[in-house]
């Protein structure tokens, strides 16, 4: 979307959030309709990225509407935070198992980037 006098950055700004909107509305529809174990938020970030990789470029507002959309990320924890604390009875009843998954994906998130890491490092120094 090239910016013309007809085009504000208003409008290029309201029709990148539309395009995520969409893709992730694509993605709720594609898991329920074909019953997949993922997140339709997932899906629908993963044809995003699809559509990106076909265009080739990342827009410059498509990128500003994505940073402002991040800065207004903790204001959608505030219902999932309400909602855990009234199951708060339920967490402590779980909490050996939770913690034990809190730890070893953590552990096993820094071995994958340490290795990552290494990885890339290497094939950077080789190439």
């Known amino acids: 979307m090239e910016h013309s006098p007809g085009n504000s950055p208003e409008i290029q700004m309201l029709a990148y959030l539309t395009l995520i909107l969409t893709c992730q509305l694509a993605g ?13 938020p997932v899906l ?26 991040l800065g207004a990320m ?31 994906s953590t552990l096993a998130t820094i071995a994958v980037t340490a290795l990552m890491m290494g990885w890339l490092a290497k094939a950077e120094t080789d190439g």
Not at 28 to 40: C, D, M, N, R
Not at 74 to 99: D, K, Q, Y
């Open 74 to 104: 903790s204001l959608l924890f505030v219902p999932a935070g309400t909602g855990i604390m009234m199951h708060f009875r339920l967490l402590g009843e779980a909490l050996v198992p939770l913690g034990a998954a809190l730890i070893v």
């Open 44 to 69: 629908g970030m993963l044809l995003l990225f699809l559509l990106l990789l076909l265009r080739g470029e990342i827009p410059p507002v498509l990128g500003q509407t994505a940073d402002r959309l």
């Open 28 to 40: 709720e529809f594609l898991v329920g309709a074909l019953a997949l174990p993922v997140p339709g």
